[in-house]
């Protein structure tokens, strides 16, 4: 079984910067892929970075140059720092994680099983 907590979210002005934080609990070892995903309000869930199970790292088109996704996984977590923040990058940010043995990059959310509850982050202009 995994739990995922995420923190850092908060309200900062356009071009600022904020660090978010995954936090995994694992009662089941084994290899897992983890991702960050976020949702505007009435919009849907969307991909937006992952370090995959081998510890290869992807970003979404719209955040790439800006977002860097990382991990320390002696203490089972994972960032996203993110700077040079549009107002359009406003969202619940979602830390999500599935079994993998094989290093897979997936951007859809159907591949993930365990969701953490997510953390807001607002940048306004």
């Known amino acids: 079984e995994v739990q995922l907590e995420e923190s850092g979210g908060g309200s900062v002005q356009a071009g600022g910067s904020l660090t978010l934080s995954c936090t995994a609990s694992i009662s089941t070892p084994g290899r897992y892929s983890m991702g960050w995903f976020r949702q505007g309000p009435g919009e849907e869930r969307e991909w937006v970075a992952q370090?995959?199970?081998?510890?290869?790292?992807k970003a979404a088109d719209p955040v790439k140059g800006r977002f860097t996704v990382s991990q320390n996984k002696a203490k089972d977590t994972m960032y996203l720092q993110m700077n040079s923040l549009k107002p359009e990058d406003t969202a619940l940010y979602l830390c999500a994680a599935h079994p993998d043995r094989t290093g897979l990059f997936s951007d859809l959310p159907s591949t993930y099983t365990v969701w953490g509850q997510g953390t807001q982050v607002t940048v306004s202009s």
């Open positions: 370090i995959n199970s081998f510890g290869g790292v």
